[in-house]
C-alpha cells in the first residue's frame, strides 16, 4: 500500500490527478488529508494569510429565483443603497486599514452597465482601494439589460476601476443541479465563458462551490476538475473558495434534509487541494460559512487563506451562518497562531502587505 501511495502522492505533485484518483482518495480520507497537507506545506509553507476588507451588498432587490437564497426581495420591500451610503461604508473600512471593497447586489430589474460603473467610479474617485465586484451572473444581467455582450461589459467596468471579480455564482457547475436550484441562473458555459472573458483582459477572479445540498460527491469532484481546466488555460483565479450551503430560510433548505458532517467539510477542501494543485494554489477556507473554530481546523486539511474580515455580509447570515459579520485581523492574528500557523495580511491579489 505503501508504494501504491508514493506513487499516486508523486502523480498529484506532477499536476497530473484524475477523477479516479480523486474518488478513491475520498473514500481513503487519511491518505487523502495526508496529501493534501503535504501539498499546502510545498506550496505555501506554514503562512497563513488573511485579508482586510469590506462587503457591501448594494441592494437585495432581485429578479432571480435561486431556491437557496434567503437574500433576495421584491421591488417594492427591498433596499438600494444611495452612493452617499455606499461612500460613508467605505470610509469606515478603509479607516480600518481595508485594502478591499467586494462589491455585489441582487439583479435589480432596472441597473444596466452605467450604473454598475457608476459606483466603482464614485468609490474610486474618493479612495485609493481594490473594488472586488460583481458576479458572472450581475456581468451577465447587466449585459442583458444594456444590450450588449458580456466582454462588452467588462471592458466598461475595467475602464471604471475594478480590479478584480468574485467567481460566485458558479454553484455546481452542471446543468442537471443548476436547473434544480437556481433555474434562472446562467448556464455553466456562460458562466466559464464570462470567467474566461475577464482572466483573458486582465481581470482576475477567484473560483467557488457551493456544496452540501442536492449534489452528489461526483458533482464536487467535477466541478473542482473544471475550475482546475479554466486554471490550467488561463491562470486567472487567485484562489478556490468551498462556500458550504446554509439552510435556513430558504426553499432548497427546505428540500435538502441533511447536515454535512466536518469530516465532509474536510473531505471537500483537501480534494480542492488536490485536485488543484499545482494550478491554483491558494486554498480559502469561508469562516462565515463554518464557523471560526472548524475554519481554524480546515487549515489541517489543505487551507492556506482564511478570507476576509468583511465587516457585513448578510447574505449568510440570513440563510442561518452561525459566525459573525466581522472578524477582526488581531482575532485573525491569534486563530492562525494557535493553529501553529504564521499568519500574513495580503492584498486581494495575494502581495503579502
Ligand atoms: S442568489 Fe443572488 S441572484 Fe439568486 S435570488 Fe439571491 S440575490 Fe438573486
Redesign the pocket.
Given at each position: 500500500m505503501k508504494e501504491d501511495f508514493d506513487e499516486l502522492y508523486e502523480k498529484i505533485r506532477a499536476g497530473k490527478v484524475e477523477r479516479e484518483d480523486a474518488l478513491f482518495l475520498a473514500h481513503k480520507p487519511f491518505y487523502l488529508f495526508r496529501i493534501a497537507d503535504e501539498l499546502r506545506k510545498e506550496k505555501n509553507g506554514d503562512v497563513v494569510t488573511y485579508l482586510v476588507n469590506r462587503n457591501i451588498n448594494f441592494t437585495?432587490i432581485?429578479?432571480?429565483?435561486?431556491k437557496?437564497?434567503a437574500?433576495?426581495e421584491e421591488k417594492e420591500k427591498g433596499y438600494m443603497l444611495s452612493m452617499d451610503a455606499v461612500l460613508s461604508k467605505v470610509e469606515e473600512a478603509v479607516n480600518n486599514e481595508a485594502t478591499e471593497i467586494c462589491v455585489q447586489?441582487?439583479?435589480h430589474p432596472n441597473l444596466v452597465v452605467d450604473n454598475y460603473c457608476e459606483i466603482i467610479e464614485t468609490i474610486k474617485s474618493h479612495f485609493d482601494v481594490h473594488i472586488h465586484a460583481y458576479?458572472p451572473?450581475e456581468i451577465y444581467h447587466a449585459a442583458r439589460n444594456s444590450d450588449m455582450s458580456e466582454e462588452e461589459v467588462l471592458k466598461a467596468l475595467k475602464k471604471a476601476g475594478l480590479g478584480s471579480i468574485p467567481g460566485t455564482?458558479a454553484e455546481i457547475l452542471d446543468d442537471s443541479i443548476r436547473g434544480i436550484i437556481?433555474p434562472?441562473?446562467l448556464k455553466t458555459d456562460k458562466w466559464v465563458e464570462i470567467i474566461k472573458t475577464a482572466h483573458r483582459l486582465g481581470i482576475p477572479s477567484t473560483a467557488t462551490i457551493m456544496y452540501g445540498h442536492i449534489e452528489s460527491l461526483e458533482n464536487r469532484i467535477d466541478h473542482i476538475f473544471k475550475i482546475q481546466e479554466i486554471q490550467k488555460d488561463t491562470g486567472g483565479f487567485t484562489e478556490f473558495v468551498p462556500l458550504k450551503f446554509m439552510r435556513k430560510n430558504n426553499e432548497l433548505g427546505r428540500m435538502v434534509n441533511r447536515n454535512l458532517s466536518f469530516l465532509e467539510d474536510a473531505i471537500l477542501h483537501a480534494l480542492a487541494r488536490v485536485i488543484l494543485h499545482p494550478y491554483c494554489t491558494n486554498l480559502q477556507v469561508s469562516w462565515v460559512k463554518l464557523g471560526v473554530r472548524d475554519a481554524q481546523r480546515m487549515l489541517y486539511f489543505g487551507v492556506n487563506d482564511m478570507g476576509g474580515t468583511l465587516m457585513e455580509e448578510s447574505?449568510s447570515r440570513l440563510s442561518g451562518s452561525l459566525a459573525g459579520e466581522y472578524m477582526s485581523p488581531e482575532d485573525f492574528e491569534r486563530v492562525i497562531k494557535d493553529a501553529g500557523r504564521t499568519p500574513k495580511r495580503r492584498t486581494t491579489l495575494y502581495e503579502i502587505n
Amino acid at each position: 500500500m505503501k508504494e501504491d501511495f508514493d506513487e499516486l502522492y508523486e502523480k498529484i505533485r506532477a499536476g497530473k490527478v484524475e477523477r479516479e484518483d480523486a474518488l478513491f482518495l475520498a473514500h481513503k480520507p487519511f491518505y487523502l488529508f495526508r496529501i493534501a497537507d503535504e501539498l499546502r506545506k510545498e506550496k505555501n509553507g506554514d503562512v497563513v494569510t488573511y485579508l482586510v476588507n469590506r462587503n457591501i451588498n448594494f441592494t437585495n432587490i432581485c429578479v432571480g429565483t435561486c431556491k437557496f437564497c434567503a437574500f433576495r426581495e421584491e421591488k417594492e420591500k427591498g433596499y438600494m443603497l444611495s452612493m452617499d451610503a455606499v461612500l460613508s461604508k467605505v470610509e469606515e473600512a478603509v479607516n480600518n486599514e481595508a485594502t478591499e471593497i467586494c462589491v455585489q447586489g441582487g439583479l435589480h430589474p432596472n441597473l444596466v452597465v452605467d450604473n454598475y460603473c457608476e459606483i466603482i467610479e464614485t468609490i474610486k474617485s474618493h479612495f485609493d482601494v481594490h473594488i472586488h465586484a460583481y458576479s458572472p451572473m450581475e456581468i451577465y444581467h447587466a449585459a442583458r439589460n444594456s444590450d450588449m455582450s458580456e466582454e462588452e461589459v467588462l471592458k466598461a467596468l475595467k475602464k471604471a476601476g475594478l480590479g478584480s471579480i468574485p467567481g460566485t455564482a458558479a454553484e455546481i457547475l452542471d446543468d442537471s443541479i443548476r436547473g434544480i436550484i437556481c433555474p434562472k441562473k446562467l448556464k455553466t458555459d456562460k458562466w466559464v465563458e464570462i470567467i474566461k472573458t475577464a482572466h483573458r483582459l486582465g481581470i482576475p477572479s477567484t473560483a467557488t462551490i457551493m456544496y452540501g445540498h442536492i449534489e452528489s460527491l461526483e458533482n464536487r469532484i467535477d466541478h473542482i476538475f473544471k475550475i482546475q481546466e479554466i486554471q490550467k488555460d488561463t491562470g486567472g483565479f487567485t484562489e478556490f473558495v468551498p462556500l458550504k450551503f446554509m439552510r435556513k430560510n430558504n426553499e432548497l433548505g427546505r428540500m435538502v434534509n441533511r447536515n454535512l458532517s466536518f469530516l465532509e467539510d474536510a473531505i471537500l477542501h483537501a480534494l480542492a487541494r488536490v485536485i488543484l494543485h499545482p494550478y491554483c494554489t491558494n486554498l480559502q477556507v469561508s469562516w462565515v460559512k463554518l464557523g471560526v473554530r472548524d475554519a481554524q481546523r480546515m487549515l489541517y486539511f489543505g487551507v492556506n487563506d482564511m478570507g476576509g474580515t468583511l465587516m457585513e455580509e448578510s447574505i449568510s447570515r440570513l440563510s442561518g451562518s452561525l459566525a459573525g459579520e466581522y472578524m477582526s485581523p488581531e482575532d485573525f492574528e491569534r486563530v492562525i497562531k494557535d493553529a501553529g500557523r504564521t499568519p500574513k495580511r495580503r492584498t486581494t491579489l495575494y502581495e503579502i502587505n
